[in-house]
């Protein structure tokens, strides 16, 4: 039987009044109907810790549909059910969103596939899950409310801060738990206990056999996280980047993943370019995960980039005739993964230029608007960063003699 032990006065404490009294309502409004309720996931594991969490997941034993709907007749606010998950959204009428699910077990027919699910107990719903510090509940229900059920010790492992899988074969069903182990690792500054150590680095090679979808979904969550770089070094210990790459990440790597996050990047796909840039086969490698046209384009034009042939002792206008036609972010992570300084004074002088000559200066003095102006401001970019056009007095002066040509 469970470790047993209530926190209703934790749950008081921790949780807004608001939050609180709704919680004891859809406990009593459970028991009018015979149903066991529960919280659970993060949320129950961030109430033990003390640490805010807003995402309030609730599972019953019966149908999580039907309750959510019970929900809405009793208390108000609206419902919207995924009838192909089994799951409801509720949002409460003070607009509190609330998921509500039906307890379910999952099979998995291979590994590196999504299970197929079926409606179960509570307890087959929190085996299913993916540590133990994530698969304890807390009863909703009247005379047992928060009452922690605990089935896998997860509050030991709060204890003793510590990842564990609950069964051996975890991460073969689901490889991208290997990502999120890493994730909550580094969030709590835990470590993965041994034998979860173990198993996540034999099955580190089967994250290839993981969608691109789902991998980069599990990335960017990771990414999200603060301590990113140790999360990025720990998947580097686990194998996983010699699995999937045949690297292993250097401190270059780290620093340019540093200068990518400083750039605020969300895109997961920026951060495995960052990793295997330096690779000859670079873009063999991370093609398999340029899901949208943002990325295909950019690894085109970084092909492009790769193939010019500048002079390390070209002037900065001699750079921007070659840079100028790609995308000026594009430019900008080509100059960071490449570390090129004379790149890297280009891009910076080239973003600070002041602006001396504006649309109207052109008309003024007598040139149709048309494609001439582009060429005009391209022109004085150049002599710009060349510095031999410095004022906004010598930017006129040019263009009178300009002028003169044109005409
Ligand atoms: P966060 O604090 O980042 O929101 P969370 O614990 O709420 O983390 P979610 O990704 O929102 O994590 O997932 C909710 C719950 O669903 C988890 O606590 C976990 O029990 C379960 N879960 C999610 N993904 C998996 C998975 N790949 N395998 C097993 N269980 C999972």
Not at 47 to 54: F, I, K, S
Not at 148 to 156: A, L
Request: hydrophobic fraction near 40%.
């Amino acid at each position: 039987s469970p470790k047993e032990n209530t926190i209703k006065g934790l749950i008081e404490k921790q949780v807004s009044a608001e939050v609180y009294a709704l919680l004891l309502q859809i406990g009593s409004l459970a028991d009018e109907h015979d149903i066991h309720i529960y919280l659970i996931g993060g949320i129950v594991r961030d109430l033990l810790l003390n640490r805010p969490n807003e995402d309030i997941d609730i599972v019953v034993e019966g149908n999580g549909i039907e309750f959510a709907q019970l929900l809405e007749q009793k208390l108000g606010g609206q419902v919207k059910v995924h009838e192909k998950f089994g799951t409801a959204v509720w949002t409460t009428p003070t607009s509190l969103k609330l998921d509500i699910v039906t307890c379910r077990t999952e099979y998995y027919d291979s590994p590196a596939t999504l299970p197929i699910v079926k409606a179960s107990n509570l307890r087959e719903d929190l085996r299913r899950r993916d540590f133990t510090i994530n698969a304890m509940a807390i009863q909703l229900n009247k005379n047992n409310f928060g009452l922690i059920i605990d089935y896998f010790q997860g509050q030991d492992d709060l204890t003793s801060k510590k990842i564990r899988i609950l069964h051996t074969l975890s991460f073969i069903e689901d490889p991208t738990r290997i990502i999120r182990a890493v994730r909550f690792a580094t969030r709590f500054n835990y470590v993965l206990a041994k034998q979860t150590r173990n198993l996540a680095i034999d099955a580190s090679a089967l994250l290839k056999q993981v969608s691109a979808t789902r991998f980069l979904h599990e990335l960017k969550l990771l990414l999200s996280e603060n301590a990113i770089i140790s999360g990025i070094d720990m998947l580097n210990e686990l194998g996983v980047w010699k699995s999937l790459f045949g690297i292993n990440v250097t401190e270059k790597q780290l620093d340019i993943i540093r200068a990518v996050k400083g750039r605020n990047e969300e895109d997961p796909f920026v951060y495995l370019l960052a990793l295997i840039f330096d690779k000859s086969n670079w873009k063999h490698l991370v093609s398999r995960y340029a899901l949208t046209a943002n990325n295909q384009q950019l690894i085109r034009q970084l092909e492009a980039m790769e193939e010019i042939n500048w002079d390390s002792k070209a002037t900065l206008s001699e750079l921007h005739e070659v840079f100028a036609p790609y995308q000026n972010n594009n430019v900008n992570l080509f100059a960071l993964l490449t570390q090129e300084p004379l790149l890297e004074t280009y891009i910076e002088k080239a973003s600070t230029l002041p602006v001396l000559l504006t649309g109207k200066d052109l008309m003024a003095n007598g040139i149709k608007p048309g494609p001439t102006y582009s060429d005009i401001f391209h022109q004085l970019t150049c002599l710009q960063l060349d510095e031999e056009i410095n004022t906004k007095e010598e930017a006129h002066d040019w263009l009178l003699t300009l002028h003169k040509k044109i005409r």
